[in-house]
């Protein structure tokens, strides 16, 4: 079973739709959560980081985590065009950052 | 600009030859990373540095991979003997804490 595991899509969605995209993880140890944004042949971009259970609002965007499950979400509203990219979430055990496969989502204007 | 820098951006090589990339962190970040990413996958932990020494190396990472930031400034990491399945985007990220990292742009190699 993969540390991290990630629906890699792909998903399509009419702009302005609400995106809702997940990760489920196997170690109830992990504390610390992120999402990345990474744009084709560019390197991950940093969106969101939380350590604790509930949600965490920036803008347009929503990171939730529900420990007694091992899900994270991150929730996209008002989604543009430019939002299409790939989505990864990643969790830190110790040193090590571990990334989902991410999903490709895709903004149809 | 005061990003992550990489170089080169996109390296072509044969089969058998050695590669180096070069990783220049975020002013004063004292955490470097490398990381491997192939297409359709996330990124792949390779190894971590903290100020110049290396703590951490994936078990991944055969003898040819070999790693060094010397001065606890800028990293190289190294690729000899390539094969075609070294081909990937290779990333570099930096920080001044552990809850988040900054990516650089990537090298891509692609070996022949």
């Known amino acids: 079973q993969k540390e991290v595991e990630q629906d890699p899509g792909p998903l399509s969605v009419p702009e302005g739709a609400i995106v809702s995209l997940n990760c489920t993880y196997s170690n109830s140890a992990f504390q610390y959560f992120m999402w990345y944004r ?22 347009r965007f929503t990171a939730q985590v529900d420990k007694s499950s091992k899900y994270i979400s991150l929730f996209i509203r008002d989604s543009q065009p430019s939002d299409s990219a790939t989505y990864l979430c990643a969790i830190r055990r110790t040193y090590k950052y571990i990334f989902g496969t991410g999903t490709r989502l895709k903004v149809l204007a | ?36 990413q192939t ?13 110049e020494a290396q703590l951490e190396k994936s078990r991944l990472l055969s003898d040819r ?20 399945g070294d081909s990937a985007m ?16 990537g090298t891509r190699l692609t070996v022949l």
Request: aromatic share 14%; charged share 25%; hydrophobic share 20%.
């Open chain 2, 1 to 36: 600009d005061t990003g992550v820098s990489q170089d080169p951006r996109h390296k072509i090589t044969k089969r058998g030859q050695n590669v180096t990339f070069r990783c220049d962190p975020i002013s004063e970040h004292n955490r470097l990373y490398w990381y491997r």
């Open chain 2, 39 to 51: 297409l359709g996958q996330g990124p792949e932990f390779l190894t971590y540095f903290q100020n």
């Open chain 2, 65 to 84: 991979f070999s790693a060094e930031r010397p001065k606890g400034s800028f990293s190289t990491l190294e690729i000899q003997r390539t094969e075609q």
């Open chain 1, 38 to 59: 990474q744009y084709s042949r560019k390197g991950p971009e940093l969106l969101m980081y939380t350590y604790s259970s509930g949600n965490k609002e920036d803008g």
């Open chain 2, 90 to 105: 290779y990333l570099c990220a930096s920080s001044l804490t552990e809850d988040t990292q900054y990516f650089g742009p």
